[in-house]
């Protein structure tokens, strides 16, 4: 049986203690908040729009559910969300309840700026906290999500089952993450990539090379898409499965809360 939480002794390819890594990984995005969005255009090459689209999709949202975003600082996922809830007509929003947590208050910043420019910035709730001990109380939610997130979590099997705690019975995990190319051509093609080309962008364009390393480095350290739907089960979820996108560079796991 796979150790519980291997992760957790990694900072990328450097050995470190949990505690060291989750002030590090902090640390990491203190550094990027300002330019997440734009290094996410880069890494993906723009394709981490269209996979946040049919993530959201998977999701179909429908009002009067309570959904939690987990590392969802900069807000990309939460607005994709509402946006899908406007199509209803008289949504009732007293009954729908959308928060953001994340780990980091320089991503809450970004997030909470964005919807303040469009007017919406009291129609979510934002929350300062650690996706290894939700401040929130059992069977409160009905959609979990996290996207790029999870594979920075210190004790990853720790999160998930704080995420089968919050979630109600019947309700849906969903995680959207960088994962692990199927094809092996493009594999050498897409390590080439990661190797020579994100930390250069990220030296010139976030004069951070030393992060956007850390964040390449995550991406292999991260568990397979089948290790991720079997620790899933062992945290307690049904119908775990996995959906690739494009050749599993990324990847959708999702799962209910029997």
Known sequence: MTKSNPESEWFGEKSVTPEEKTGLVRGVFDSVAENYDLM???MSLGIH???KDAFVRMIRPRPGLN?????GGTGDIAFR????????????ESETQITLLDLNPNML???????????EGLAFNWICGNAEYLPLEDSSQDVYTIAFGLRNVTHIDTALKEALRVLKPGGRFFCLEFSHVQIPV???????YSDKVIPTLGEKIAHDRESYQYLIESIRKFPTQEQLVRRMGQAGFKHSAVRNLSFGIAAIHSGIKP
């Open 81 to 92: 969300i509402r946006k899908k809830l406007e199509k209803f007509t008289n949504p009732s």
């Open 186 to 192: 493009l594999d050498k093609i897409y390590d080439l």
């Open 40 to 42: 996410n255009d880069l």
């Open 109 to 119: 910043s970004v997030g909470r700026d964005r919807a303040m420019n469009t007017g």
């Open 49 to 51: 729009r269209p996979w």
């Open 67 to 71: 959904y939690l975003d987990v590392a």
